[in-house]
């Protein structure tokens, strides 16, 4: 396992439309996040999983956003009727134990949605 | 909302000068963390520190933690054009989740 990868890496989508991303973290990271990174900002928490739970989400997290990590592993990121707001990098990461531990980025999905 | 600032959120600078760049809130972190970005990249781990009055160095980058571990600094030593990237600091209250900064884009002129 050579590092987390998210797929896809670029998603153009119309509004309205959902969508879905897919993160696979390092294999024996027992945490994984998601965050949405605009040009030239820190990325904003959106969500994380210790192992197949999920612990937190961001309260400006609309309903349009879930995320699950079945069994774990792999995570995936769906959203719902897709605005032009939406717009942005989506970037996750995993770590080995908690939030103290180096966090491994994946190289993020960009979304426009046009 | 972001609870870490940064700053500056801009700094261009010639090659050879030395800089600073300051993370701060409100809060009392547990562990700090510093990443650098590049473009169509995620954030790469530089340090963390975790003890209040730490002091890390990283070949010509030195790292602080404050003493009351609200607020952390990056001084860059004869800046080199391979340094240019968005500087990120990270903060966990806990083993809670991991609190990225405003970041600071830094750009080294040759």
């Known amino acids: 396992d050579t590092g987390v990868s998210q797929d896809p890496r670029h998603k153009i989508t119309k509004r309205g439309q959902n969508v879905t991303f897919r993160c696979d973290p390092i294999?024996?990271?027992?945490?994984l996040y998601w965050y949405r990174q605009t040009l030239g900002q820190g990325p904003e928490f959106l969500t994380y999983?210790?192992?197949?739970?999920?612990?937190?989400k961001s309260r400006l997290l609309s309903d349009r956003f879930s995320a699950e990590r079945p069994k774990g592993s792999f995570s995936t990121l769906e959203i719902q009727r897709t605005e032009q707001g939406d717009s942005a990098m989506y970037l996750c990461?995993?770590?080995?134990?908690?939030?103290?531990?180096?966090?491994?980025f994946g190289q993020g999905t960009r979304l426009t949605v046009v | 909302t972001q609870l870490l600032e940064q700053s500056p959120q801009f700094l261009s600078i010639q090659e050879g000068e030395n800089l600073t760049v300051y993370c701060n809130s409100s809060s009392v972190f547990s562990s700090l963390q510093w990443y650098r970005q590049e473009p169509g990249e995620g954030p790469v781990l530089l340090v963390t520190v975790v003890t209040g009055g730490e002091v890390k160095k990283l070949k010509r980058l030195t790292f602080q933690f404050g003493d009351a571990r609200k607020d952390s600094s990056l001084h860059i030593t004869a800046a080199q054009p391979g340094d240019t990237g968005l500087y990120l600091c990270?903060?966990?209250?806990?083993?809670?989740?991991?609190?990225f900064g405003t970041g600071t884009r830094l750009t080294i002129i040759p």
């Open positions: 990270a903060g966990a209250w806990g083993n809670e989740k991991l609190t």
């Open positions: 999983f210790q192992n197949e739970a999920q612990l937190e």
């Open positions: 294999s024996e990271h027992n945490r």
């Open positions: 990461a995993s770590s080995l134990r908690g939030a103290e531990s180096e966090a491994f």
